[in-house]
């Protein structure tokens, strides 16, 4: 396969990858925001236990689409525990990221006289939900593609 053929090839899957993050992201900001709402809890360390729940949802289904779809992969067995195991990593980061961007709400200064508290609070964390979830998003496919769905390292 010539450099523009795997050049063509690379940026299918990325778009096919993204499409899939983006689904995952939403069930992934749908989980957040049905805990957050019944909680209360906008920010602070119970987000990681949100995330983790929203974890066990998104990296079953995110495996089997990007095996399916994005890297059309009859992979080995441990391939899924290497899928989750990035996708572990990358749910803590995005906690992390999460904690700290939801620690001080930006919104607050700018929007406070026309929109509740509890709103900006909501707003500002799906916000920061989805700036963590776009950085590590990209990192994740390169991680996905070379390493978890790398059809030479089969080989």
Same mark, same amino acid.
């Given at each position: 396969?010539?450099?523009?053929?795997?050049?063509?090839?690379?940026?299918?899957?990325?778009?096919?990858?993204?499409?899939?993050?983006?689904?995952?992201?939403?069930?992934?900001?749908?989980?957040?925001?049905?805990?957050?709402?019944?909680?209360?809890?906008?920010?602070?360390?119970?987000?990681?236990?949100? !995330?983790?729940?929203?974890?066990? %949802?998104?990296?079953?289904? *995110?495996?089997?689409?990007?095996?399916? /779809?994005? =890297?059309?992969? &009859?992979?080995?067995?441990?391939?899924?525990?290497?899928?989750?195991?990035?996708?572990?990593?990358?749910?803590?980061?995005?906690?992390?990221?999460?904690?700290?961007?939801?620690?001080?709400?930006?919104?607050?200064?700018?929007?406070?006289?026309?929109?509740?508290?509890?709103?900006? !609070?909501?707003?500002?964390?799906? %916000?920061?939900?989805?700036? *963590?979830?776009?950085?590590?998003?990209? /990192?994740? =496919?390169?991680? &996905?593609?070379?390493?978890?769905?790398?059809?030479?390292?089969?080989?």
């Amino acid at each position: 396969m010539n450099n523009k053929n795997k050049m063509n090839q690379s940026l299918a899957q990325f778009i096919k990858y993204s499409i899939i993050g983006a689904f995952n992201t939403v069930i992934d900001i749908a989980v957040l925001n049905i805990l957050s709402y019944t909680t209360g809890i906008t920010r602070g360390k119970f987000l990681f236990l949100f !995330n983790f729940i929203a974890f066990l %949802i998104y990296s079953i289904c *995110g495996y089997y689409l990007n095996k399916k /779809f994005t =890297f059309k992969e &009859n992979s080995a067995k441990n391939a899924y525990f290497q899928y989750a195991s990035v996708q572990f990593v990358s749910m803590i980061l995005n906690s992390f990221i999460l904690v700290h961007l939801t620690h001080r709400n930006p919104l607050i200064h700018l929007l406070h006289h026309h929109r509740s508290m509890a709103h900006l !609070n909501h707003l500002w964390l799906n %916000i920061s939900m989805l700036i *963590g979830c776009t950085i590590l998003g990209v /990192f994740g =496919f390169f991680i &996905n593609k070379f390493f978890v769905f790398n059809k030479k390292k089969a080989l």
